[in-house]
């Protein structure tokens, strides 16, 4: 997924609180995994904020799913 989702809207950033609902992960939990690259890097949107991509979150959960079953 490019860009652009199924959908054929953009991609979004999510923020950190979005990301730990989601994937049922902590915040400390997912910043180790990113510093280990199991988990997808963040993008950095200003100074002080940073996101990630939905795109790269979805894909994430997706691989989990496929490596658990």
Same mark, same amino acid.
């Given at each position: 997924?490019?860009?652009?989702?199924?959908? %054929?809207? !953009?991609?979004?950033? *999510? @923020?950190?609180?979005?990301? +730990?609902h989601?994937?049922?992960? $902590?915040?400390?939990?997912?910043?180790?995994?990113?510093?280990? %690259?199991? !988990?997808?890097?963040? *993008? @950095?949107?200003?100074?002080? +904020?940073?996101?990630?991509?939905? $795109?790269?979150?979805?894909?994430?959960?997706?691989?989990?799913?496929?490596?658990?079953?």
């Open positions: 997924m490019g860009q652009q989702d199924q959908k %054929g809207d !953009f991609d979004r950033f *999510v @923020r950190i609180p979005e990301v +730990a989601v994937t049922g992960l $902590s915040r400390s939990t997912i910043y180790n995994c990113v510093e280990d %690259g199991t !988990f997808p890097a963040p *993008v @950095r949107l200003t100074a002080r +904020a940073i996101a990630w991509k939905e $795109s790269e979150i979805r894909e994430w959960m997706d691989n989990r799913k496929r490596e658990v079953a």
